[in-house]
């Protein structure tokens, strides 16, 4: 009798003793308060509620919680994680000790488990995990500029590349990257879903040459890498969060709980002091982003990766146009690369004028490639040809394409506010404007390409002495893009524009119209610090102020853009339109534009034009105060 009640105790004393530590763990957790400190809400994404009084994590994935109320309950979940730890192994999924090890990591080193009373567990799929970015990994921030022809990249992109070794090259490190997990086609569901919400958002993990290829070769966007000033610790705490967020999802919001948001949320784990998700409620726009993480302090090297384009015009530069006209002549096959026009020029012009033809046959093939939706590799003999050519001279060719322009940090923010004053149909005004992002011709360049406008929610108020206050202009979306053709690249100008503006009519007062207009055409640098546009507009409107209740038009843009500095811009555009159906009539408008940048995120703005609608003229002058915030 005596020997079976010692085999029972043996069996239960364990688990009585477990008790007793699980118990005293939790009572240690709540005299601590650990669910109030801002590692444990950051850990869990916990953010305070707008309306109701609480938390709520942004984490929608129920997989992420172990408490049934855990995704409201700070301490709830708390104590079923420390439970957790206690729970016997399931051959039928990892333990918590591991599934949750950047939890389990924080919560030993603030409570000091007992590796006895509470036995570590191996954790091997995490290891396996760990071991691929090397001991002392170094992470870097990654922002792709803004690509228009892209509605889900509009406003750029932010992901994470992890480099396992300071001595392997960059292009095999791995990225990081948060986007809404869709394989639906661009189509007006596309965006409600993408905006309200509709798609899962997921954090995944590939190789990043291969996110190089998609924004710098394939989408010609620039790439700025931004080296991340955290420590060890910090360090390791952020790649533990990663292992616990690959397998759950959130709810991807486009404007505010996107990707630039979440990279947000994972540096305040390595880090909870930051808060750096406190600043973007509501709005979320990468560049933006970036900024905050550099005035935290987190940045300390900024490396830039030019695209495709980028390096092409920069050629166009260095070399003279008949050495040009040489590398299109080798990439079209007219020449090849034993030709005399190419052995008489120095080794080192050869050297350029291949490396130029290599590129232009490269941004050719990724062309192809963006036209087919396609990542794959294509085989070009040519370039072979032309590689070994190049290989045979051991000669200086194209220099690097210099970081000439700053950064997306150094720009202005992406919001503005702004007050006006000015004169219009011989009335005096007041104006104010709010526009939620993000850049205009005439905004401060610097961090921005000055030839493309991305204009979203543009709201203008006005009051005048002889009305009251009333709405000027809702702006829905104003996109254009003047970027000038160029020896080698075939580009394009284009404008689309949404809005709703208040307009002559043939009878009555001034009302306000919905209009839509759509156009294209060229815009060329004749010399430096000039650009000229020209394109070829229809126009929409559509009101019951309208006779048969719409107008349809068309007509030229054209424009003159100068850089008398880097900060003072002049634009002058001239529009002029023929509305041939609906209500019939002719709208001529000419405007010229001056845009001075002062310190501390401010501009003015000088604006004096003169309009011609519906047998009418009047002239306008205003004079704005621009405030970016």
């Known amino acids: 009798m005596r020997a079976i009640l010692l085999a029972v105790l043996f069996l239960i004393s364990p688990r009585l003793f477990a008790a007793d530590y699980q118990a005293e763990l939790l009572s240690s957790a709540h005299t601590y308060a650990l669910a109030q400190l801002p590692a444990w809400q950051a850990l869990l994404h916990y953010h305070p509620r707008l309306v109701r009084p609480g938390f709520e994590s942004f984490v929608d994935d129920p997989k992420f919680f172990l408490a049934v109320d855990g995704k409201t309950n700070p301490a709830a979940e708390l104590d079923a994680t420390l439970r957790a730890f206690f729970a016997g192994a399931d051959a039928q999924s990892e333990h918590a000790q591991c599934r949750f090890i950047a939890r389990y990591r924080w919560l030993q080193r603030e409570l000091g488990f007992d590796a006895v009373r509470l036995p570590r567990q191996p954790c091997t799929r995490y290891a396996n995990f760990r071991a691929q970015f090397g ?33 392997r090259p960059q292009l095999l490190s791995v990225a990081v990257n948060y986007a809404a997990d869709t394989r639906d086609p661009m189509s007006f569901a596309f965006a409600m879903k993408g905006v309200f ?17 998609e924004y710098a070769d394939l989408e010609n966007r620039d790439l700025w890498e931004y080296r991340l000033a955290l420590d060890a610790a910090e360090r390791e705490r952020l790649l533990e969060h990663l292992w616990e967020l690959f397998p759950v999802y959130f709810d991807y919001y486009f404007f505010d709980e996107n990707c630039a948001f979440h990279l947000l949320s994972l540096l305040e784990v390595a880090r909870p002091t930051l808060r750096l998700t406190q600043q973007f409620r509501g709005w979320t726009i990468p560049a933006d982003t970036v900024r905050a993480v550099t005035e935290a302090g987190l940045v300390t090297q900024v490396d830039y990766r030019p695209a495709r384009a980028t390096e092409l015009r920069a050629a166009e530069h260095a070399l003279t146009a008949d050495e040009i006209a040489l590398a299109r002549s080798l990439v079209d096959g007219v020449v090849n690369v034993d030709d005399e026009r190419l052995r008489a020029l120095p080794p080192e012009r050869q050297a350029s004028v291949l490396e130029l033809a290599v590129q232009l046959a490269d941004y050719r093939r990724l062309a192809g490639q963006r036209r087919k939706r396609e990542l794959a590799f294509t085989a070009d003999a040519r370039v072979d040809e032309l590689l070994s050519a190049r290989s045979r001279l051991d000669a200086p060719g194209l220099p690097p394409v210099s970081r000439s322009a700053a950064g997306v940090e150094a720009g202005h923010d992406s919001a503005r506010v702004t007050f006006g004053l000015g004169n219009s149909r011989g009335r005096g005004f007041q104006e104010l404007q709010l526009r939620a992002g993000y850049h205009d011709l005439l905004d401060p360049g ?76 060229v815009a060329f640098a004749p010399v430096e610090r000039m650009l000229v546009y020209g394109l070829a507009e229809v126009e929409l409107d559509v009101s019951h102020r309208l006779q048969r209740d719409y107008a349809l038009g068309a007509g030229p843009n054209v424009g003159v853009i100068i850089d008398a500095s880097d900060a003072w811009r002049m634009q002058l555009s001239a529009r002029s339109w023929r509305y041939a159906l609906g209500d019939v009539h002719n709208r001529r408008e000419i405007t010229l534009a001056q845009s001075l940048r002062l310190p501390r995120q401010q501009s003015l703005r000088l604006e004096v034009g003169r309009t011609h609608e519906f047998n009418a003229d009047y002239s306008f002058t205003a004079l704005y105060w621009n405030k970016y915030f």
Do not use: C, M
Not at 138 to 143: A, D, E, K, Q
């Open 197 to 213: 919400g509709g798609y899962p958002g997921r954090f995944t993990g590939g190789p990043y040459h291969l996110k190089v290829t």
């Open 135 to 167: 001991e002392q990994p170094r992470l870097t921030l990654v922002f792709a500029s803004s690509y228009l022809n892209n509605p889900a990249s509009l406003f750029g992109h932010s992901l994470l590349r992890i480099d396992a070794d300071a001595a």
């Open 446 to 521: 610097i961090g921005y390409d000055r030839a493309t406008q991305l204009s979203v929610f543009d709201v203008r108020l006005r009051h005048t002495d002889a009305q009251a206050t009333q709405l000027e202009r809702l702006g829905v979306v104003d996109l254009l893009s003047v970027q000038p053709r160029a020896a080698l690249l075939d580009v394009f100008a284009w404008h689309v524009n949404a809005e709703l503006r208040r307009r002559d009519v043939r009878e009555g007062a001034p009302g306000l119209i919905p209009a839509a207009s759509l156009g294209g055409g």
